[in-house]
């Protein structure tokens, strides 16, 4: 299955739209999982852990997605994420 993200969310930053998209492989309900980081880390170390582990999350752990049955994150989300990430300072 592939993550369907409507043409109209392309480039809006924080609209995703994922629910009941056109297509056979697509899934008629789906949701995120959020997680919400300080954006300022105050201990450098686990700072730099957490943007590691999170880096990973939203770019190579993708690859993971489909063998616990799930879909990767559309590309438009990966890289708001992406954005999101730089901003946390450790």
């Known amino acids: 299955h592939q993550s369907r993200c ?20 697509s899934y008629p309900v789906c949701g995120y999982s959020w997680a919400m980081l300080w954006q300022m880390q105050s201990d450098h170390q686990k700072g730099a852990q957490l943007v590691d582990l ?28 992406e954005r999101q990430i730089s901003t946390i300072r450790h």
């Open 54 to 81: 999170f880096r990973w999350v939203v770019t190579s752990g993708q690859q993971l997605a489909s063998t616990v049955h799930y879909v990767s994150l559309p590309s438009v989300v990966q890289a708001e994420a």
């Open 6 to 25: 409507s043409p109209k969310a392309q480039g809006q930053s924080g609209r995703f739209p994922i629910v009941d998209q056109p297509g056979n492989d």
